[in-house]
């Protein structure tokens, strides 16, 4: 049975004993069984010395914590917990320097656990069912220094020099899926995304009248024309992904000021992961994040990428 926790006091109550953390993890990640996460046999045996399990099937032994976020870590189960807690908690994301005093750890181990659970939101983040209904299509561009000239947005050559451009689609009243795009943003890119991530059968395709969704096909395409000062007109308008944006920038500009390009796509996907699911439970959303860290991510690979 699960643990109940209404505050982070009460997951640190209910999680004192480390052995007490281990059972609940092993609760949620075998809900539907037990599986080696060698080879994926589903028969699993008890050697009699140590706290490890065996497969039947590879011989392999292996933790509960083998193959997921959690492997190798030196840190109690609990650390790890509170700062699940706090990073599902905070709809602007949370500094890794306010992690570390928080759970008494360095900020480098905080650096890491927040980039191992920005992976394991990224995981989750990608697995978004189609949007449906009328969905907003916008870009935003994050990072660099900003040389925003006009008619730069709707222009060849994208966004503001030295930024990044940012994808990203919202069904109104349902989830957002956003993406980094890394190089510029063409017709070709804009409708690989949207047939990636919109069901055929949405209602509405709304976006403005940005030179890479001229000629979106597939859809019901809306536009509205921004640089004719045109805000809303009926149903279409893109306020709704504007928003997201916003609360992309809080997040970026308002807790870490600054995020490396090539970790972008982490920081993207907390917010989306945090907005997807706004309307738990902090329980629901602490329990919801554990089912998404199967996969490690070595400190070694981490920083292989860059820095944040």
Excluded at 113 to 119: A, E, F, N, P
Excluded at 177 to 204: G, H
Aim: aromatic letters at 10%.
């Amino acid at each position: 049975m699960l643990k109940q926790f209404k505050t982070l006091a009460d997951l640190y109550h209910a999680f004192r004993d480390n052995n007490v953390a281990l059972a609940h993890f092993r609760t949620i990640r075998w809900r539907n069984g037990e599986f080696c996460p060698h080879c994926g046999h589903h028969e699993i045996y008890y050697p009699k010395k140590g706290a490890r399990f065996a497969c039947a099937q590879c011989g392999e032994r292996f933790s509960i914590l083998t193959g997921t976020i959690f492997e190798n870590t030196k840190l109690p189960l609990k650390v790890w917990f509170g700062a699940i807690w706090l990073i599902s908690n905070h709809p602007k994301g949370i500094a890794s320097t306010t992690l570390a005093r928080d759970l008494g750890i360095t900020q480098k181990s905080a650096w890491f656990i927040l980039h191992r659970l920005r992976h394991a939101a990224r995981t989750q983040s990608f697995n978004t069912p189609p949007l449906k209904g009328t969905v907003e299509i916008d870009e935003t561009f994050v990072g660099g220094k900003a040389i925003n000239m006009p008619g730069r947005r709707s222009g060849k050559g994208g966004g503001p020099s030295g930024k990044t451009t940012v994808i990203g689609a919202v069904e109104r009243g349902g989830d957002v899926v956003a993406i980094v795009s890394p190089d510029y943003l063409d017709s070709d890119k804009a409708q690989a995304f949207v047939d990636a991530v919109v069901s055929p059968k949405a209602e509405m395709v709304v976006t403005d009248a940005g030179t890479p969704y001229i000629g979106l096909e597939g859809y019901q395409h809306e536009i509205v024309n921004h640089n004719l000062g045109e805000i809303k007109r009926g149903a279409a308008h893109t306020n709704s992904i504007e928003s997201v944006w916003a609360q992309l920038k809080r997040q970026i500009n308002g807790t870490h000021h600054w995020v490396s390009a090539k970790h972008l796509q982490q920081y993207v996907s907390e917010m989306t992961w945090l907005m997807n699911h706004r309307d738990l439970t902090p329980q629901e959303r602490v329990n919801a994040l554990f089912t998404a860290v199967e996969g490690r991510l070595t400190y070694d690979t981490l920083i292989g990428a860059a820095n944040e």
